[in-house]
């Protein structure tokens, strides 16, 4: 049974960090591509990160573009998103996801190309 767990969420002031988690089973880890997703109140779903089964390939969006990086650990089958300069327009509640998907469909970081999902996490950025 898949199964995908976030947790790091939490509050923090404007400026701060965070690094969020996601613990997925082994055979979604080593096989599938993974991302970040995030969904403010009233707001549609959207991508934040993705990264390759290797490691090797990252996107971002543009709105977190220097200042967010996601890597994995595949001896611990986890998924990272490290999180600087917070700023109050993150906040939102974060997902992780796992997918099979060409660097190309990566790249498009779109949530209906991912089959795998986690409950999320809540992060809260002050001003």
């Known amino acids: 049974q898949v199964q995908m767990v976030e947790s790091g969420g939490g509050s923090v002031q404007a400026g701060g960090s965070l690094r969020l988690s996601c613990a997925a089973s082994?055979?979604?880890?080593?096989?599938?591509?993974m991302g970040w997703f995030r969904q403010a109140p009233g707001k549609e779903r959207e991508g934040v990160a993705g990264?390759?089964?290797?490691?090797?390939?990252?996107v971002y969006a543009d709105s977190v573009k220097g200042r967010f990086t996601i890597s994995r650990d595949n001896a611990k089958n986890t998924l990272y998103l490290k999180m600087d300069s917070l700023k109050p327009e993150d906040t939102a509640m974060y997902y992780c996801?796992?997918?099979?998907?060409?660097?190309?469909?990566?790249?498009?970081?779109?949530?209906?190309?991912?089959?795998?999902w986690g409950q999320g996490t809540q992060v809260t950025v002050s001003s």
């Open positions: 082994g055979y979604i880890y080593t096989s599938y591509s």
């Open positions: 996801a796992a997918g099979r998907l060409t660097y190309t469909v990566l790249a498009r970081l779109r949530q209906s190309d991912f089959v795998y």
């Open positions: 990264i390759n089964y290797g490691g090797d390939y990252t």
